[in-house]
């Protein structure tokens, strides 16, 4: 499992903690994968139990809806501890923690720096899905517009609509892409089924 992962690539996948279910960028370090969280849940989750499960998923709208937490179809499985999306490939394991300060020209926050030693495999496989532009620009928009909710930046405001566009004109038409462009236009919060 592990050697899919290029060693220093970053890669999107999902953070599955004690209750919560969120994408993050992990890169392989050897036999760890290693990954940066800013407060949340996970953030919180990860001090508290020591453990977590990392999970591969090809779907966009997955990444996308976990990290604004709308609502998702998951079913999970557990054992010892360990607590996973039934159906998705990943590892579960023990994460060795630290926190440290991140500093930027708008002030510091506290942030957690994670390694993950998997312990075992979760058995899963990822549905057909053929790869489309669309799809990496809606989880862009993602990353952008979540970083907006923290440290609402007019710039990362319009980069996230300029996306949007973009979006659009390759034919792209999911409901979370248009709820975070008329959030950010309208500061609406429309129901999205
Ligand atoms: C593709 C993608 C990757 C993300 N990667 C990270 C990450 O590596 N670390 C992080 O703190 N937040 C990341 N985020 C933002 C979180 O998903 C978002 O802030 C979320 O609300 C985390 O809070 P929670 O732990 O309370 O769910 C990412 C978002 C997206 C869309």
Redesign the pocket.
Known sequence: MLETFDEGKIY?VLLVTRS?V????VIRNGKRLT????P????EEIQLTGSASIQLTNDPEL??RT?L?LPVELEFEETEGHRWIKGLPGVYGRVEWKLETWRDELGETEVLLCELIPEGEIEGFLPLRPFSRADCVL?EM??LF?RYLVRPEERTKSKVLELYELYRHLGGTSRTAEYMALHLEWGLKKRVD
């Open positions: 999107e919560n969120t994408p993050v960028g990954f940066k969280l800013f949340g849940r996970s953030f990444l996308v990290a937490n989880v993602a990353v979540t």
